[in-house]
């Protein structure tokens, strides 16, 4: 089972920008899904970006659209959450997930909800202030 590293999470103020990474231990097998989702204390863990392997293409929810992107560098094994623009209302536990035994045909989107990934890394704290 791929077990995910995140790192990167910290303090910004706003307007900052801050990089997430996710290192899975392992290489994926192509048509995999990998997302960060975000949680804040008493609500539901928000899906915010998704990209498939091998080609690496990347989709962000409207919560961030214009502001975060998703990368993959293939070579590292790694992906990349990079934050620009950060608002306070960005503070939150963020989470790399790995949708591992579901293959995903390049015509079709990752899945969006949290339900649908089967493994997750630890979670690292963003926090931004006004």
């Known amino acids: 089972q791929v077990q995910l590293a995140e790192s990167g999470g910290g303090s910004v103020q706003a307007g900052g920008s801050l990089q997430l990474s996710c290192a899975p231990a392992?290489?994926?097998?192509?048509?995999?899904?990998f997302a960060w989702f975000r949680q804040v204390p008493g609500k539901e863990r928000e899906g915010i970006a998704f990209?498939?392997?091998?080609?690496?293409?990347?989709s962000t929810a409207d919560s961030v659209k214009g502001r975060f992107t998703i990368d993959r560098d293939s070579a590292k094994n790694t992906v990349y959450l990079q934050m620009n623009t950060v608002k306070p209302e960005d503070t939150a536990m963020y989470y790399c997930?790995?949708?591992?035994?579901?293959?995903?045909?390049?015509?079709?989107?990752?899945?969006?909800?949290?339900?649908?990934?089967?493994?997750w890394g630890q979670g690292t704290q963003v926090t931004v202030s006004s």
């Open positions: 990209i498939r392997t091998p080609t690496n293409l990347g």
């Open positions: 392992s290489y994926p097998p192509p048509g995999r899904c």
């Open positions: 997930a790995f949708l591992a035994d579901t293959y995903v045909a390049v015509t079709s989107a990752c899945p969006r909800g949290a339900t649908q990934y089967n493994t």
